[in-house]
């Protein structure tokens, strides 16, 4: 089989440099490892920045999006027992973030993959990239018991942290850069409306707390936990009793309870890999970067790393120049940089690393002071936590 572009990886940055290449008239194969059910089914990120929500809307994927997405024009943060709103759209010229979960994302892309009628092929087996250093890439794979051969131009790695692109790089041509922090989040999805509009995100001295959304009866809520907390350990009343113990404020304000539908624990790492391209491969979203989930990061710049990928792919094919090519990586990296250095500042500020001492603590009450009192540092935040637009 011969294609254009053969992308690994059919999470969201794989579907989506799809649909974008598509629209430029660029051929592509989209090859994963799991089930279609599988991919939709895992719940992950839900805060859509305004460049992202722009960019499915320009590219005909957003309808269901406007309809059903939660557009949300401020942010709560909450310390010593209180609220603080910071209004976003205000401070950012008319900016919003939209609550619309990765599942749905997923959902809408994989349904505008298949309106097109180009391949995508899942639960293949054995992937392995061969000759990205040559000017015929080639991808071996098994798929339903038979050997296959993508034979391609370019190759995207988007197939996520774990996946086979970027440890498919010599060692010798990439440079890691990696921070583990020494806890996590224990994150649920209850059935039960959501008590606030707008996000939470809560200091405590028994640690972080995060009330968030995914729609007008489901709400996603997350704890500081050990990084190797044993979830069997936290039953539905401990959960709902250690949320209640950080999240309530001193006027009474606290998450409706509901039945829980799912929980899990999420590891907290940033780790950014440069340059995320050899020869003709390209590594995009988590396969080249991961960010810790408090700055809700992570899907918004495999967004971008997308987008600039398939504006530098059609100028390739339109005129055979290599320019955006050749500047894929630094462009993307410029931007993940800055949403390495936001999501570690947000979580920094707002987590208890374990080792530190009263002055740490009252330097945090500090930032968290002077954050929700000095429009200078609310703009700052509402300008990140939006994005800087992809399009
Ligand atoms: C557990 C978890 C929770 C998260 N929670 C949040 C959150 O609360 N907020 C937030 O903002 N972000 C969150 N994120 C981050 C966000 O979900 C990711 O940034 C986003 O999914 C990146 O998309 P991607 O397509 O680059 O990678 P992925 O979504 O990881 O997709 C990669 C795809 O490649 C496939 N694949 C892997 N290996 C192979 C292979 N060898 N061959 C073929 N296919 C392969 C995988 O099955 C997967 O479908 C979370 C991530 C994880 C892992």
Known sequence: MRTQVGIVGGGPSGLLLAHLLHLQGIDSVVLESRSEEYVI???????????????????????????????????????????????????????????????????????????????????????????????????????????QELQCDFIAGCDGFHGVSRPSIPEAAVTAFDRVYPFAWLGILAEAAPASEELVYTWTERGFALFSMRSPTVTRLYLQCAPDEDIALWSDDRIWSELNARLTTRDGWKPNVGPILQKGVTGMRSFVVEPMRYGRLFLAGDAAHIVPPTGAKGLNLAAADVFVLSQALAEFYRSGKCALIDAYSDTCLRRVWRAQRFSWWMTSMLHLSGDENAFDRRRQLAELDYLTSSRAAMTSLAENYVGFPII
Do not use: C, W
Request: proline fraction near 2%; aromatic fraction near 6%; hydrophobic fraction near 35%.
């Open 41 to 147: 089914d895992r719940v992950r990120a839900g805060v859509l920045e305004q460049g992202m929500v722009d960019l499915m809307t320009a590219i005909g994927v957003g309808d269901r999006m406007r309809r059903e997405g939660l557009v949300h024009h401020g942010i709560n943060i909450s310390f010593a027992g209180a609220l603080h709103r910071i209004n976003m759209y205000e401070l950012t010229g008319g900016r919003a973030i939209t609550v619309y979960g990765q599942n749905e994302v997923q959902k809408d892309l994989n349904h505008a993959r298949r309106t097109t009628g180009r391949p995508m092929f899942h639960e293949v087996e054995n992937l392995t990239l061969h000759d990205f250093d040559s000017g015929s890439p080639r991808i071996r794979y098994r798929h339903q018991g038979g050997e």
